[in-house]
Every structure is written in structure tokens, then in C-alpha cells.
């Protein structure tokens, strides 16, 4: 299908953070824009007051707009009545993985794909090349701090960046000239159905990269998933094509040089964290394979200021220090969780984690009780379904039993607050990619009023 010629377009779960960087896009491009979400959220406000109609209502009578092409998420069942009146249409319907795929088709294509990290690598990487003067077309996983949208825009990119989604085969769509594997611990087992399953698709994202094209991965995932012939591969202690050197700590953010193909002094982070040192070393690596000059990734990588909700401090004073972080897969709690005590040693850490899947829950309900555990205090919210139905007995309450604290309780969202209230928090942290993120005002609200005296 061709998608330039496209006049009118309808995104079915606009509100996402993927949909809505695509919806900006061909709004940006002239083309009338529509779309349908269950609720409305601060996103879907500021799409809205760019000009995009959104229908909060899973009812046909309620379209402003007659789409020549409908793009949707799996987040929106296709027993939906839209998705239904689409389809009795005969409207040309693709998944947004699909779109996405035609567009990088167009521009050469940067594509980071990983179980975790991919959010972070992607924005800073953007970052890196829009202080470089590179124009790129970026679709972002997350909020960048620094330019206050997961869009950017250029009318004659020299590249696409694109996060290459591993859930549902989705980057198998995508056409890259240099790609990324930043991570390939087990997940979305519901797509998948084992590990071997899961790491032969990202093998097979791995052989989309063009033929005189570039990947590089972390450490040993070539190994893990089986790739032949040349790549490159980073990791924070040598010996590798890119690592760090001379790393330092400084009131809890980190200084370092980069050692290997790329030389680089002086990196001063100005955010924080050791996992995002990481993601920091991906996204130099990456641009340094785009050819970017190593005093032009030292001031990208020096001037970045992060992610919404990736690591994000929320409050800083003398009594709490409050962080909300996306993680919603073990490794990422254990990275949330290590990195706050890195940075505030000897201080109590209390989680409140919210579950993403019934799904991941079950698969994962070991690995996540072990994660947990690591805090002082827990506090766990009912599991958020997303996409899926209930599994029977597979609940918070499940996941509560197999956690070794002590101190640990599950509440409603609606208790959170009092819950936080009736306790002292040294620092504390919020996780999950669900809807968690709606209790960061309230919680915020709460912390400074306990301050005051």
C-alpha cells in the first residue's frame, strides 16, 4: 500500500505512546488525523490541542472523519464495534508495526531492539544527532525530557530511529541500515511460547539489517541467539568494540570516558542511574556508526536530561527522594532498584509496583518475587490488564505470597495514598507501565505536604 497519497487517516488506540508518535506524524504531514481511545489521558488532551479528533466512544456514530486507512494496536480487541464498521467498509486497516515498516522503507533506518532499554537508547540517540545538526524522523517509546514529545520531525531526514518492537513479531516489519539488540531476557511468553521461540525472532530481526548494513549488540546476545558473520558489540568493562573507562561516581550521577573504536573523554551524565550509563554507551555506539564525530556525542550524551517516567525523580529534598520508572519485567526492577541504592546508599526503598499482564505475571511470578524482594517495603497494586482477560489465580495476591519481605501489602490504587501516608518514605519508587502513572501528581502532592512542617 502506498501511504503517501493517504488524505484521511483513523488510529484505533491513539492514546498509546507508539500510536500517537505515528498520528503526529502523518498530522504533521497534512493529512487529517482521527482517532479512538477507552480514556482520555494527558496525551490524548495534547493531541486533541494539536488538531486531532479523538472518540472516546467505541461507536461508529460518533467518527468525525472518513479514513482511507485505519492503523490500530493489539491493545484494541478486534471485536471492537469500530474495528467491525471498519471492516464492513472494506477501509484498508493495517497494524501500526506495518505502517511503521513502510516508513523506514523510505529513509534509512536506525532500529533499537531489546527486551529493555530500547525507550532510553532511542531518545538519546535522537538527542545525539539533533545536537550533531542530523536531521531524523524519531518515534519514541517515552517522553524526551528535552524536547517534551516522543516525535520528532524533519522534512528531509537523513534517518529514521525507530524502537523495534519484539512483542508480536512487530520488528520483523522494519528495514534497517544499522540496528541495535540491546537485551534478550524472557518475555511476552504469551506471543512467544518459549524462549527458544522468542530468541530465533530476534535472530531473525538481527538478518532485516541491509546487506551492507550494520549491527551491533550487547555483549554476548550474538551468541545467545545464534548470529554468525561480523557485528559489533558494546558492554561497560572492556574487552569490547565500545565500553566505558574511568568511571566515576559524583553526587549520584556518573562521569566517564569510552574506550575501543570510539574514544571519548569527559562524559559528565546529567542523568542518573547505572543501567542508563549503559543505555548512554548503546546510543554513543550507535551514533558513532552513524558517523557521528566523537565532541559531538560527548555534548549530546552531556546535555540529555532523560525520559518520562525512565528513572524520572519526581521529588528531591533533604527528607524523600521519589522516583517513578517505567519497569514492568524483573531485570528492569532490578536495574530501578540497584541504581537507587547506588545512588543512595544505606537509605530504605519502598516499591509500589504495579503488575502489566496476567500474562507476564504468570510466566515471570519467580523472577519478579525475587526482584521485589530486594526493596525494604512493597506495596503492590492489582495486576493491570492491558490487552487480556483474567487468568484464574493469577493475581497480586499470588505474586504477595512468594515475596521474602516482611514488610509488604497489597492495595487498591484508591488506598495507595493513605497506604504512603500511615508510613515514612526515604526513597521511594513507583513501577509499572500500566496506569500507575496516574498516582504520580497525588503521590508527589502527599511527599510535599509531609515535608512542610
Known amino acids: ?16 505512546i507508539g500510536m500517537s508518535a505515528l498520528a503526529r506524524h502523518f498530522h504533521g504531514l497534512g493529512v487529517e488525523v482521527c482517532g479512538y481511545d477507552r480514556t482520555q489521558t494527558k496525551l490524548t488532551k495534547e493531541l486533541e490541542a494539536e488538531g486531532i479528533a479523538i472518540l472516546y466512544a467505541d461507536d461508529p456514530a460518533g467518527l468525525a472523519c472518513r479514513p482511507e486507512l485505519v492503523v490500530y494496536t493489539p491493545a484494541v480487541p478486534e471485536t471492537s464495534k469500530l474495528f467491525g ?9 493495517l497494524k501500526r508495526a506495518r505502517v511503521l515498516g513502510l516508513l523506514s522503507q523510505q529513509h534509512p533506518t536506525i532500529a533499537i531492539a531489546g527486551t529493555h532499554g530500547k525507550t532510553t537508547i532511542s531518545t538519546m540517540l535522537t538527542h545525539i544527532l539533533r545536537q550533531a545538526g542530523i536531521p531524523c524522523l524519531a518515534f519514541l517509546g517515552g517522553i524526551s525530557t528535552n524536547y517534551g514529545t516522543n516525535y520528532i ?12 518492537d519484539e512483542y508480536d513479531r512487530s ?37 532485516t539489517v541491509s546487506t551492507n548494513g550494520t549491527l551491533i549488540t550487547k555483549e554476548n546476545i550474538a551468541e545467545k541467539i545464534g548470529l554468525g558473520g561480523k557485528q559489533f558489540n558494546y558492554r561497560v568493562d572492556p574487552p569490547a568494540d565500545y565500553y566505558f573507562e574511568k568511571v566515576t561516581l559524583h553526587d549520584g550521577y556518573h562521569q566517564a570516558g569510552i574506550g575501543g573504536r570510539l574514544q571519548v573523554e569527559g562524559i559528565q551524565m546529567q542523568y542518573p542511574g547505572k543501567h542508563n550509563l549503559e ?20 555534548e549530546g550524551l552531556n546535555s540529555f536530561l532523560g525520559v518520562k517516567r525512565r528513572f524520572e525523580i519526581i521529588v528531591q529534598n533533604a527528607n524523600t527522594i521519589y522516583i517513578d ?24 526503598i519502598t516499591g509500589v509496583f504495579q503488575p502489566h499482564l496476567y500474562s507476564r505475571t504468570r510466566d515471570l511470578a519467580d523472577q519478579f518475587a525475587e526482584s521485589l524482594s ?25 505474586l504477595l505470597r512468594k515475596v521474602k519481605l516482611s ?47
Open 1 to 16: 500500500m502506498n501511504i503517501n497519497h493517504i488524505q484521511s487517516t483513523f488510529f484505533l488506540g491513539i492514546g498509546g
Open 153 to 164: 520531525s524533519d522534512p528531509q531526514p537523513h534517518w529514521l530511529i525507530a524502537e523495534a
Open 407 to 453: 514488610n509488604a501489602r497489597c492495595c487498591t490504587k484508591e488506598e495507595t495514598i493513605q497506604c504512603l501516608r500511615d508510613t515514612n518514605q526515604h526513597v521511594l519508587i513507583t513501577m509499572g507501565a500500566g496506569d500507575i502513572d496516574s498516582l504520580t501528581d497525588p503521590i508527589k502532592k502527599l511527599l510535599i505536604q509531609k515535608k512542610e512542617p
Open 374 to 398: 530486594q526493596l525494604d517495603e512493597l506495596i503492590l497494586l492489582p495486576v493491570y490488564p492491558a490487552r487480556e482477560q483474567a487468568i484464574q489465580g493469577v493475581d497480586s495476591e499470588m
Open 325 to 348: 520508572d517505567y519497569a514492568h519485567h524483573p531485570e528492569e526492577i532490578n536495574a530501578c532498584i540497584s541504581s537507587a541504592r547506588e545512588m543512595w546508599p544505606g537509605r530504605k
Open 171 to 207: 520488528f520483523l516489519h522494519l528495514s534497517p541500515q544499522i540496528a541495535m539488540i540491546s537485551a534478550v531476557d524472557s518475555d511476552h511468553m504469551d506471543v512467544y511460547g518459549n524462549r527458544d521461540a522468542m530468541l530465533e525472532s530476534f535472530r531473525d530481526f538481527a538478518n
Open 279 to 298: 543505555n548512554a554507551l548503546a546510543a554513543a555506539a550507535l551514533a558513532h556508526l552513524a558517523g557521528i564525530s566523537a565532541s559531538h556525542i560527548r
Open 85 to 93: 464498521h471498519f471492516r464492513s467498509e472494506g477501509t484498508p486497516i
